[in-house]
């Protein structure tokens, strides 16, 4: 097998999709040398919606369907999945991932909740497990919980979970980022912090025995806090162009955590895949069904997925 090793893989997505389109935007606007890119997709599904500067390599993946911007079809969503598997067959040094919808990789009898969980699925080894963190500049959001009805997500929170979850952070910081002490900062997952017990008991009997577990492993970490002040100060110092008061903010569910950053940095923000031998990066969008095949798309969010991995 050719040897990738060296090289950024970024997956289109579904075909039916934005995701070629950026992709071909993106590319085009970096002007990155074609000897660092290779694109798993398929050549018909590429020229349906643009064309490259560029002679990047094409891993072709098979797809004998016709493409029909905006549509959910099981022949989609088995066509993003076979690309996902594609990209850790060849084990770049990278993936790039453009979005996939959920729902048509389930249709055609992929049950996973993401893009994350297929990488999971295909890479983890030894233990790993998949963790989503959310990335523009220095402000980072890591979720302790992602794609999950919010019924499930307190019984979901144990402390041998958080501890993990934590770690594995930790981890990412010193071992990738170089960062060897860094500064976590966790939301509460109720209101006020459950207000002593008034509005929920897992702060204390859950989340505080997990923070005082992983304080005795040497993490700086901050107590649970109420979510809806503890992002002021780091939306307020990401807009003025300051550096973040924490290294990361830990959400525990995913609009928790999404809503500030995404609010402040929807299309500069990164979606990461870390804790695998393989980083991935995504757009923090999705598949924008609504104005697929229009051109209209905004390639910013790919440019940056991009941009993390080739810088």
Known sequence: MKNYSNKIAITTGD???????????????????PRDIVIISNSKVLNTYGKLKDNYEIVEVEYNSKVHPGEISN????????LLEKACVIKPKYIVTAPTSKEAMNIAGHKFNGQTEVLEH????KGQKAEMLFVS???????????????????????????EKVERLRSFFQNKLY????????????????????????????ILPAIEAVRNRGINITNPLPADTLFIKGVQNYLNGEKAP??????????????????????????????????RTSPSHGTAFDIAGKNIANPESMIEAIKYCAY
């Open 179 to 206: 960062i060897n002490k860094p500064s976590f900062a966790l939301c509460a997952l109720n209101p006020h912090a459950g207000e002593n017990g008034l509005l929920g008991k897992e702060e204390d009997t859950v």
């Open 15 to 33: 075909p039916n999709g934005i995701g070629a389109e950026i992709t071909i935007k993106a590319l085009n606007l970096l002007n990155l040398p």
């Open 122 to 125: 295909f890479l983890a080894k």
């Open 75 to 82: 022949e989609a969503g088995d066509f993003s999945y076979r």
């Open 137 to 163: 500049k220095d402000f980072r959001v890591l979720l302790l919980t992602r794609h999950l009805p919010l019924k499930e997500v307190s019984r979901t929170l144990t402390k041998e979970f958080i501890i």
């Open 246 to 279: 924490y290294d990361c903010y830990i959400a525990c569910y995913h609009d928790q955590g999404l809503i500030p950053i995404k609010s402040v940095a929807s299309e500069k923000t990164v979606n990461m895949t870390i804790g695998l031998d393989i980083l």
